[in-house]
């Protein structure tokens, strides 16, 4: 099982520059969730999918949307890209209910110059 | 609203030693609680929860942490680590009840295992 994957690992955007991270998973997952990670602020929620077909703002949603295409499916885009949006990108999915632990995806390592 | 402290960024131990990576969190109700482990450029990885029951949890790599609720606290804990363990470790936690909950994670703890 390929469990969480997301494309692409690797990305330099320039201000201003539009960009969709995508991250898919074949786990049958209900939740599906966006966060970044930065030095010393730990991980922090951009936005969520409980279920297919909603979406909801997490900690740190401003210059982010996302589309829950399919169960399967949850995608991240940045319409207009800030230097402050360097960041890693995880995409996660989980199981609804409390014995849903998350699988992470391996990363999306985006610097915006 | 939930919360997860990791008070050390960074915690150095001999290897062969015992390990404890602390975690306190606060959370409405029963807590759902779990550690992940990040190792260099890749993504978190599970270790192991608590959800009810015995207060010591085993986990894998031969990790285990220990709930205790009087002091809202769930340290990682390792007999004897090895160079191998050195990495970004992660608490995590949410209601246990009350339908879909979002998972609150700590700002995480680099363990630095010294040959």
């Known amino acids: 099982n390929a469990g969480v994957t997301q494309t692409p690992k690797f990305q330099v955007l320039k201000t201003g520059q539009s960009m969709t991270l995508q991250c898919a998973q074949d786990?049958?997952?209900?939740?599906m969730y966006w966060y970044r990670q930065d030095p010393g602020m730990g991980l922090r929620l951009i936005y969520y999918s409980a279920s297919e077909g909603t979406t909801d703002k997490g900690e740190v949603p401003n210059g982010y949307n996302v589309s829950r295409l399919n169960k399967r499916e949850f995608s991240l885009r940045l319409e207009s890209a800030a230097p402050s949006q360097t960041s890693v990108y995880f995409c996660?999915?989980?199981?609804?209910?409390?014995?849903?632990?998350?699988?992470f995806g391996s990363g999306t390592r985006l610097t915006v110059v | 609203a939930q919360s997860v402290a990791q008070p050390e960024d960074q915690v150095n131990v001999a290897e062969g030693n015992p390990l404890t990576v602390k975690c306190t969190y606060s959370v409405s109700g029963n807590p759902y609680l779990f550690w992940y482990v990040q190792y260099p450029n890749r993504g978190l990885q599970f270790l192991l929860k608590?959800?009810?029951?015995?207060?010591l949890v085993k986990g894998s790599y031969g990790f285990e942490a220990e709930f205790n609720k009087s002091q809202t606290s769930f340290h990682l804990k390792k007999p004897s680590a090895l160079v191998s363990d050195s990495a970004l470790y992660f608490c995590a936690v949410r209601p246990l009840s009350g339908g879909y909950q979002k998972v609150t994670f700590g700002t995480g703890t680099k363990l630095q295992v010294i040959p």
């Open positions: 608590y959800i009810t029951g015995d207060n």
């Open positions: 786990m049958n997952h209900n939740s």
């Open positions: 996660a999915s989980s199981e609804s209910g409390p014995l849903g632990g998350y699988t």
